[in-house]
């Protein structure tokens, strides 16, 4: 899709002209993105959050492949109004934008405020630091058998190393690995009731 190309290619560019982290885009690399779409099918995800929407290049895989399985529109969270706007317009571009839901607002919150058990799958790319103090948060909303996702393991693992840890370390999930594709996945499946 040349859309994604161009988006990734831009995010890349936008990347390197900033000093300040968390002005920039962090999109999720390509071959991320055609795992996790692959997987997400495979798996018949229909109910996700992502928590990091950034300009929506990973938002516009996601919506594909829920799309795919017949699933309900991705709900997008990010603190960045300026990045969903941006957002918006590329999911417009790629005919996506009735199925993602754009929330403005604060991760952990979302999170908190979502149903137990309402999501088949969650992903994670904002700020890594704030992902321990969102437990058990993360684990409750996914229903057993959920598919909990985590990116820049590898490439940051000091920030996620607590996380890590309690994810690891509960009992409700019953398998996890990383892949090392792109900057690392944390893959954590909660176990079936």
Do not use: C
Not at 125 to 139: C, I, K, L, N, V
């Amino acid at each position: 899709m040349n859309l994604l190309r161009s988006l990734h290619q831009d995010g890349l560019a936008y990347d390197a002209a900033q000093s300040d982290r968390l002005l920039r885009r962090r999109n999720l690399e390509p071959e991320s993105a055609a795992l996790l779409s692959v997987v997400l099918q495979t798996a018949g995800v229909r109910r996700m959050a992502e928590i990091g929407t950034s300009n929506g290049y990973s938002a516009i895989w996601f919506a594909d492949a829920l799309h795919a399985t017949g699933g309900a529109p991705l709900l997008s969270v990010d603190l960045d109004g300026d990045a969903q706007r941006a957002a918006s317009g590329h999911l417009e571009r790629a005919g996506l934008a009735g199925l993602v839901e754009l929330r403005h607002a604060d991760g952990g919150e979302v999170l908190r405020a979502l149903p137990d058990m309402g999501l088949d799958a969650l992903f994670l790319d904002s700020e890594r630091t704030e992902y321990a103090s969102w437990w058990p948060h993360p684990r409750r909303v996914l229903r057993p058998g959920g598919l909990l996702i985590v990116d820049n393991v590898l490439s940051h693992p000091d920030e996620v190393a607590e996380f890590r840890r309690l994810v690891e370390g509960d009992g409700e999930f019953g398998t996890s690995t990383v892949a090392a594709v792109g900057k690392g996945l944390l893959l954590a499946v909660r176990a079936q009731a």
